[in-house]
């Protein structure tokens, strides 16, 4: 996927999967589309035994582009979300460990595809968390896997108060697996993905198809429930008006109905 916004390179049985819209790859339906398209791919190839997601510059990805947000009425928000909901499942349900290599920002959207991943190695700058509030609708789809990790009280923190959460306590809460010098992050990540790659092949495709299995059952429908909350969120003017306020820099006016 050359010159796309998801950079695809596989080595040594690993997938490098790396979105290439730097300093801060914002998610845009063409990002979410390579994203599925990728995955859909990688799944139907028995010679990928992990893939690993990341970002070029700065940051992970700091979620869904603002403007693309901004420009939602409650049918294309339902559109939008369920895109994006088809492509950090086909993530979550890969047949193979996925590792999030996380730097930078790792915010909204960008957070719930990293939330998808097996395991998530981090470096000390990362700030995980899911701003949506802030920005007049609520986290949905795979943001439900945030109570399973850190339970529920620390998950209402995050979701409620909508502010990031640094990699340290990130590690003490059980968000990522481990911090790493960020002049060290693809070397550790390498690392951890020849130590899976060293096990046995069907054994690992096994295991993660039972990892998939012990998920809550009801954790599916709980991811369907958000893309009815984010659709009922644009029957208000808060996502607009939250938009705008962040495009203007300035504080947003909540209150107000669309008109």
């Known amino acids: 996927m050359a010159g796309g916004p998801l950079r695809i390179e596989r080595a040594a049985g690993?997938?490098?999967c790396t979105f290439d819209r730097p300093p801060l790859?914002?998610?845009?339906?063409?990002?979410i589309a390579a994203l599925h398209t990728a995955f859909v791919d990688l799944a139907a190839d028995p010679s990928v035994r992990v893939a690993v997601i990341t970002g070029a510059g700065r940051a992970f990805t700091a979620g869904m582009n603002v403007r693309v947000l901004r420009d939602l009425?409650?049918?294309?928000?339902?559109?939008l979300i369920t895109a994006l909901r088809d492509a950090i499942e086909a993530v979550h349900a890969a047949p193979f460990p996925v590792i999030a290599a996380?730097?930078?920002?790792?915010?909204g959207a960008g957070f719930e595809l990293a939330l998808a991943c097996d395991v998530r190695v981090a470096t000390p700058d990362a700030l995980l968390g899911l701003p949506e509030v802030r920005v007049g609708v609520p986290s949905v789809i795979h943001a439900a896997l945030l109570p399973l990790l850190v339970g529920p009280g620390r998950a209402a923190e995050i979701l409620l108060l909508g502010e990031p959460v640094t990699a340290a306590d990130a590690l003490a809460w059980g968000l990522v697996n481990r911090v790493v010098p960020a002049d060290t992050l693809h070397d550790a990540v390498r690392a951890l993905a020849e130590r899976i790659i060293a096990c046995a092949p069907s054994a690992i495709r096994l295991q993660k198809e039972l990892i998939i299995r012990w998920r809550p059952a009801e954790l599916?429908?709980?991811?369907?429930?958000g893309i009815d909350a984010f659709a009922r969120a644009?029957?208000?003017g808060e996502p607009r008006e939250a938009a705008t306020a962040f495009l203007e820099k300035r504080a947003p006016v909540f209150g107000r109905r669309p008109s």
């Not at 790859?25 to 990002?31: A, G, H, I, V, Y």
């Not at 009425?73 to 559109?79: E, G, K, Q």
């Not at 996380?102 to 915010?107: I, K, Q, S, T």
């Open 14 to 16: 690993v997938a490098w």
């Open 25 to 31: 790859n914002l998610l845009d339906p063409e990002t």
């Open 73 to 79: 009425d409650p049918n294309r928000a339902r559109a």
């Open 102 to 107: 996380v730097h930078g920002a790792c915010l």
């Open 220 to 225: 599916a429908r709980a991811v369907n429930a």
């Open 234 to 236: 644009y029957t208000t």
